[in-house]
């Protein structure tokens, strides 16, 4: 590289500390483009979404871009002003609104950083690049999913973390759910709500409880008290249904996602 090239690289470099706050040095970007986490959600062997990183060119300035991809029939869920990050507890349903990317519908792009290499220091320096949503000023996000499993529709969310506010610091996948019920709404950044009905046996001598066949492969448990430390066993059950004795001491029920 010829003296003037280097003066314009000090200038570049320059006028990006002096113009953008958020201007940080560090050691090099992302090398390549990569997948960070390919996400099955419900455990079907079916991939509903495929956090990626995209480094659009090695030239100076390298551009690195997080995206989360959404193959099949995956959608995203999102604001009722087109933004696709949601607060904790949101509610996902078919009422929620699909987040429809302008420039490609089964993309969501996070927050990307260009850098900038001086080869006299052998040093980076990383800036924002620009993010419409919010998520550049936030250590924390959630996406809400619409998806199949087996032929119905369910919904889940996805959380993402990062530890600063860097630029070149990006989001990780830390947590999912999802509803196993068809249909059925879950709150994001929560377990599903499995509705359980009863019903008093005509002699009365029982109650029967009843949970959705999504979840017949979830443990029923109960337990004498809630004074902690709680010990949950395993409660006889038939899939979907427990029947109770009425002259039974008073005891605590739930469904247990299997591990």
Not at 56 to 85: C, D, H, K, V
Not at 93 to 107: F, G, H, K, V, W
Not at 186 to 197: A, C, F
Not at 210 to 239: D, K, M, Q, R
Request: hydrophobic share 40%.
């Amino acid at each position: 590289m010829n003296d003037w090239h280097r003066t314009l690289l000090r200038l570049e470099i320059t006028l990006l500390l002096s113009f953008s706050s958020g201007v940080f040095v560090c050691s090099q970007p992302i090398p390549a483009t990569t997948n960070l986490a390919v996400i099955d959600i419900d455990g079907d062997q079916r991939t509903e979404a495929v956090y990626q990183v995209i480094v659009a060119n090695q030239t100076m300035p390298w551009r690195i871009f997080p995206l989360m991809y959404l193959p099949g029939a995956s959608r995203i869920l999102g604001t009722a002003e087109g933004a696709p990050f949601l607060d904790l507890d949101a509610s996902l349903s078919d009422a929620t609104p699909r987040y429809l990317n302008p420039d490609n519908p089964i993309l969501v792009s996070l927050p990307g950083y260009g850098a900038v290499r001086d080869p006299q220091i052998a040093q980076w320096t990383f800036y924002e690049i620009d993010e419409p949503f919010g998520a550049s000023r936030s250590t924390e996000v959630y996406l809400g999913l619409q998806f199949f499993s087996g032929d119905d529709t369910h919904y889940g969310w996805l959380h993402m973390t990062r530890p600063n506010l860097k630029p070149e610091t990006i989001f990780e996948v830390v947590g999912s759910d999802w509803n196993p019920v068809a249909n059925a709404p879950i709150r994001v950044g929560r377990p599903p709500e499995i509705p359980i009905t009863t019903e008093a046996s005509p002699d009365g001598s029982t109650l029967r409880l009843s949970w959705p066949g999504g979840v017949a492969s979830w443990i029923f448990e109960s337990t004498p008290n809630l004074v902690p430390p709680v010990v949950w066993t395993e409660y006889p059950a038939g899939g979907t249904y427990a029947d109770v004795p009425l002259d039974e001491a008073e005891r605590y029920f739930r469904l247990r996602r299997p591990d």
